[in-house]
């Protein structure tokens, strides 16, 4: 049986310290150069050129370390006892064999044997001065060309060709030593610059802005309809982002619904011509809508009432939130509008009227006092929201999200001011839910996607369809934006669905956030990583020698410490397996348009001053010396007499023995 391996084989046993990125990038820059040298001698140089360009070399590096040395010549001779030094027209291509040495790659020349040469042979080595020999080659074989000069071109590449390849091993270099200082990454997450971010997610979807590189910080196209999530505090640039994203909305021409609480969007993107919506029921420009006109299907009645009346935490109170719902749905039926839906749940025996001979009559039964008081309390609250609604006659136009979600035209602005907010938080609810409802379904071929921008998603009550939204909403191709400052604010509202919720979105993007649970949270999220270190010992003395040990740990890769500590306008991005950190500018666009234009001019407190005349200051009253007989002989009068107009008060201090009136 073979014997089982722990651990992982390691290829190298003691990993090298010098930089051996670029020093493989000097040695193969060496090799191409010297492949570019040997090209041209076979192929440009003559034989001569070829026979002496080693003894060129030598003379030309050698002369400041000594005045000379020995080399070999090409000679010619006659056969006659007379030699001479071989010239260029002496010599041609061929093969010479020598007696006692290696064949010459050369042949004597026509020409030379013309004028009586016999022999081609190499002469025996012989004492020459450096810098004579130099000279002598260079104007008599090399034609005034130095060796530099000779390969200019083939240093030039190989030059070059370092300058490629240093480019690229001293970042490796780097990173390798880095690694050995403090360990190498080997599961987890990346975390990675802008540019490589762009690099290696190669996307072509809406981006940022950022500082760290010109070109956007962009995600895939695809990965759009699988939503976002930005997560900060209060000034930590969400809305900054927010609004870079809905100017590429707004190029794509695509249709945006955003929840815009605090009005910044509303004044900045708001196009009359382009057919958008604002619904407040307190702007001007608010068009008529009525919950019954959402009504396609009776059991859509149910999902209204849902969006309105919340569920509690306490499961005790449910029975008064579902009662009102399955109440408030039957009323629905009946098609009213919502002027008439306040005046039926403001009158009880309406109420009665309407769920006579049903079973919604026993949740209301008279017979049960506290429970009849519930249920119409819970009825009531939301009439308060409805109240504040248009009515149809005083309104320019009408709008349903049943018929928007067919035409998709326009941009839709859910907008309040801070003090109408929580009287507007059941109606801001219950259109963004019936939205995400009516645009679950796929898009035709015409229709154009519809992005949801949800800023300060906590200051809205529980939206049912949210959830689904996030989790089947990719098929529809609507992306969502969530912005919220953090976790906690999430988890109140829904609950331990706030953790699936928030683990759907591909796109998160992570501002500061100094609370620390919600910045441990962010931690998590971005993920941990597993990193091996090496653990290096030296042993001094007689016998010298070096130890190490591979030491694994796991731990996040951004500490909840660096998200808390983020600057205003800093974040990181994570998509996929990629982590990075960027800054970004704040893009100044000019608010053009009101972001609120009063509708109800008589819904003021208007205070009077008072109309009472002051009355004259009382005469300070005088005790006697002895108030005792004093007050026995005026207490007989005191009950005889008329009521004053005095008060208790005032009656006291003026008979403060006596009896209190």
């Given at each position: 049986?073979?014997?089982?391996?722990?651990?992982?084989?390691?290829?190298?046993?003691?990993?090298?310290?010098?930089?051996?990125?670029?020093?493989?990038?000097?040695?193969?820059?060496?090799?191409?150069?010297?492949?570019?040298?040997?090209?041209?001698?076979?192929?440009?140089?003559?034989?001569?050129?070829?026979?002496?360009?080693?003894?060129?070399?030598?003379?030309?590096?050698?002369?400041?370390?000594?005045?000379?040395?020995?080399?070999?010549?090409?000679?010619?001779?006659?056969?006659?006892?007379?030699?001479?030094?071989?010239?260029?027209?002496?010599?041609?291509?061929?093969?010479?064999?020598?007696?006692?040495?290696?064949?010459?790659?050369?042949?004597?020349?026509?020409?030379?044997?013309?004028?009586?040469?016999?022999?081609?042979?190499?002469?025996?080595?012989?004492?020459?001065?450096?810098?004579?020999?130099?000279?002598?080659?260079?104007?008599?074989?090399?034609?005034?060309?130095?060796?530099?000069?000779?390969?200019?071109?083939?240093?030039?590449?190989?030059?070059?060709?370092?300058?490629?390849?240093?480019?690229?091993?001293?970042?490796?270099?780097?990173?390798?030593?880095?690694?050995?200082?403090?360990?190498?990454?080997?599961?987890?997450?990346?975390?990675?610059?802008?540019?490589?971010?762009?690099?290696?997610?190669?996307?072509?979807?809406?981006?940022?802005?950022?500082?760290?590189?010109?070109?956007?910080?962009?995600?895939?196209?695809?990965?759009?309809?699988?939503?976002?999530?930005?997560?900060?505090?209060?000034?930590?640039?969400k809305t900054t982002i927010v609004m870079q994203m809905l100017r590429q909305i707004q190029a794509r021409r695509h249709?945006?619904?955003?929840?815009?609480?605090?009005?910044?969007?509303?004044?900045?993107?708001?196009?009359?011509?382009?057919?958008?919506?604002?619904?407040?029921?307190?702007?001007?420009?608010?068009?008529?809508?009525?919950?019954?006109?959402?009504?396609?299907?009776?059991?859509?009645?149910?999902?209204?009432?849902?969006?309105?009346?919340?569920?509690?935490?306490?499961?005790?109170?449910?029975?008064?939130?579902?009662?009102?719902?399955?109440?408030?749905?039957?009323?629905?039926?009946?098609?009213?509008?919502?002027?008439?839906?306040?005046?039926?749940?403001?009158?009880?025996?309406?109420?009665?009227?309407?769920?006579?001979?049903?079973?919604?009559?026993?949740?209301?039964?008279?017979?049960?006092?506290?429970?009849?008081?519930?249920?119409?309390?819970?009825?009531?609250?939301?009439?308060?929201?409805?109240?504040?609604?248009?009515?149809?006659?005083?309104?320019?136009?009408?709008?349903?999200?049943?018929?928007?979600?067919?035409?998709?035209?326009?941009?839709?602005?859910?907008?309040?001011?801070?003090?109408?907010?929580?009287?507007?938080?059941?109606?801001?609810?219950?259109?963004?839910?019936?939205?995400?409802?009516?645009?679950?379904?796929?898009?035709?071929?015409?229709?154009?996607?519809?992005?949801?921008?949800?800023?300060?998603?906590?200051?809205?009550?529980?939206?049912?369809?949210?959830?689904?939204?996030?989790?089947?909403?990719?098929?529809?191709?609507?992306?969502?934006?969530?912005?919220?400052?953090?976790?906690?604010?999430?988890?109140?509202?829904?609950?331990?669905?706030?953790?699936?919720?928030?683990?759907?979105?591909?796109?998160?993007?992570?501002?500061?956030?100094?609370?620390?649970?919600?910045?441990?949270?962010?931690?998590?999220?971005?993920?941990?990583?597993?990193?091996?270190?090496?653990?290096?010992?030296?042993?001094?003395?007689?016998?010298?020698?070096?130890?190490?040990?591979?030491?694994?740990?796991?731990?996040?890769?951004?500490?909840?410490?660096?998200?808390?500590?983020?600057?205003?306008?800093?974040?990181?991005?994570?998509?996929?397996?990629?982590?990075?950190?960027?800054?970004?500018?704040?893009?100044?666009?000019?608010?053009?348009?009101?972001?609120?234009?009063?509708?109800?001019?008589?819904?003021?407190?208007?205070?009077?001053?008072?109309?009472?005349?002051?009355?004259?200051?009382?005469?300070?009253?005088?005790?006697?010396?002895?108030?005792?007989?004093?007050?026995?002989?005026?207490?007989?009068?005191?009950?005889?007499?008329?009521?004053?107009?005095?008060?208790?008060?005032?009656?006291?201090?003026?008979?403060?023995?006596?009896?209190?009136?």
């Amino acid at each position: 049986m073979a014997e089982a391996t722990w651990g992982r084989k390691e290829t190298i046993i003691w990993p090298p310290h010098q930089p051996i990125y670029t020093l493989g990038a000097f040695f193969m820059a060496l090799v191409f150069t010297g492949i570019l040298i040997a090209i041209r001698f076979a192929f440009a140089l003559d034989p001569t050129e070829q026979f002496y360009l080693p003894a060129y070399i030598r003379a030309s590096l050698i002369p400041s370390l000594r005045a000379s040395g020995k080399y070999q010549m090409l000679l010619v001779s006659d056969g006659k006892g007379h030699s001479w030094y071989a010239a260029d027209q002496d010599v041609g291509q061929g093969e010479t064999a020598q007696p006692n040495g290696k064949p010459i790659h050369a042949a004597l020349s026509e020409d030379a044997r013309k004028r009586g040469m016999a022999f081609l042979y190499r002469s025996a080595p012989m004492v020459y001065q450096d810098k004579a020999l130099t000279s002598y080659l260079k104007q008599h074989v090399y034609d005034g060309a130095s060796f530099a000069e000779l390969f200019k071109w083939q240093l030039v590449f190989g030059a070059l060709g370092l300058v490629l390849m240093v480019v690229k091993s001293i970042p490796k270099d780097i990173r390798r030593r880095k690694e050995m200082k403090y360990g190498r990454r080997l599961k987890g997450p990346v975390l990675v610059s802008p540019k490589e971010f762009n690099k290696a997610v190669a996307g072509t979807g809406i981006g940022i802005q950022v500082d760290q590189c010109r070109e956007m910080l962009r995600i895939p196209l695809r990965a759009e309809d699988q939503h976002f999530e930005i997560i900060g505090d209060t000034g930590s640039g969400k809305t900054t982002i927010v609004m870079q994203m809905l100017r590429q909305i707004q190029a794509r021409r695509h249709s945006a619904i955003v929840y815009d609480p605090a009005c910044e969007f509303i004044e900045r993107f708001y196009d009359e011509s382009r057919g958008d919506i604002v619904l407040n029921p307190l702007d001007r420009r608010c068009p008529y809508w009525g919950p019954s006109e959402e009504l396609v299907r009776r059991a859509e009645a149910r999902t209204v009432a849902a969006s309105l009346f919340q569920p509690t935490n306490d499961r005790k109170g449910e029975f008064f939130i579902e009662s009102p719902q399955k109440i408030f749905a039957h009323l629905l039926l009946d098609l009213p509008s919502p002027q008439q839906l306040v005046n039926w749940m403001s009158h009880p025996e309406e109420i009665d009227r309407r769920v006579q001979d049903t079973e919604l009559a026993s949740l209301i039964d008279r017979s049960a006092p506290q429970q009849r008081s519930g249920v119409l309390g819970s009825l009531s609250l939301v009439a308060d929201s409805f109240r504040l609604l248009p009515r149809k006659e005083d309104s320019k136009s009408e709008w349903t999200a049943r018929e928007w979600s067919k035409e998709r035209k326009g941009w839709i602005f859910i907008t309040s001011q801070p003090a109408e907010r929580e009287a507007l938080r059941p109606l801001h609810s219950l259109w963004i839910d019936m939205l995400v409802l009516r645009l679950l379904t796929a898009p035709t071929a015409e229709q154009h996607p519809v992005w949801f921008v949800l800023d300060e998603l906590a200051s809205l009550q529980k939206l049912p369809q949210l959830h689904t939204a996030i989790t089947e909403n990719r098929k529809s191709r609507n992306p969502i934006v969530l912005g919220f400052q953090g976790k906690a604010q999430l988890e109140v509202i829904y609950g331990h669905l706030a953790e699936v919720m928030l683990s759907q979105p591909a796109t998160k993007i992570f501002l500061k956030t100094t609370e620390p649970n919600a910045a441990e949270w962010v931690s998590r999220a971005i993920g941990k990583i597993e990193i091996e270190r090496m653990k290096e010992t030296h042993f001094d003395g007689t016998r010298r020698g070096r130890n190490f040990a591979l030491d694994r740990q796991t731990e996040p890769l951004v500490l909840d410490s660096e998200i808390s500590g983020l600057e205003n306008l800093h974040a990181y991005i994570k998509h996929g397996n990629y982590v990075s950190r960027f800054s970004f500018p704040i893009q100044e666009m000019p608010a053009t348009k009101p972001k609120f234009i009063e509708r109800l001019k008589d819904d003021f407190i208007v205070r009077e001053p008072s109309k009472e005349q002051p009355k004259p200051p009382k005469p300070a009253v005088t005790l006697p010396q002895n108030p005792m007989p004093a007050v026995q002989e005026k207490a007989p009068s005191v009950s005889a007499a008329k009521p004053t107009q005095e008060s208790p008060l005032e009656v006291q201090t003026s008979l403060p023995f006596g009896p209190r009136i």
